[in-house]
């Protein structure tokens, strides 16, 4: 079983940016499409952005577009959220996922597999 570790989350400013970093630590990843998903207490868990096993695929939220962009590193098995122009809606926690059964996944998460534990965000007004 893959196992994911998130990073980079923390407190900003709104209008401010983070990026957060998913790492699978002694295990390779490079074969899944990775995911990024949010979700706030009480509510259900969110899509936020995809990428697919090359990197020449993305997919995103319309709440996220044109300010999150996904990416991936896969000789340092790493996938990135960067985030700008952040605001209070997106405070919430993040979570990194892997698909490692299904070859292109929809924006759900019930088509990945595989998560970590999340890293929270929070943006202050």
């Known amino acids: 079983q893959v196992r994911l570790v998130e990073s980079g989350g923390g407190l900003v400013q709104a209008g401010g940016s983070l990026r957060l970093s998913c790492a699978a630590p002694g295990r390779t990843f490079i074969r899944y499409p990775m995911g990024w998903f949010r979700q706030a207490p009480g509510k259900e868990r969110e899509f936020v952005a995809a990428i697919t096993v090359s990197g020449g695929r993305t997919n995103y939220a319309d709440s996220v577009k044109g300010r999150f962009t996904i990416s991936r590193d896969n000789g340092e098995n790493t996938v990135y959220l960067q985030m700008i122009s952040l605001n209070t809606e997106d405070t919430t926690v993040y979570y990194c996922?892997?698909?490692?059964?299904?070859?292109?996944?929809?924006?759900?998460?019930?088509?990945?597999?595989?998560w970590g534990k999340g890293t929270q965000v929070t943006v202050a007004s």
């Open positions: 996922a892997a698909a490692i059964r299904v070859v292109d996944p929809g924006p759900v998460d019930y088509e990945y597999n595989c």
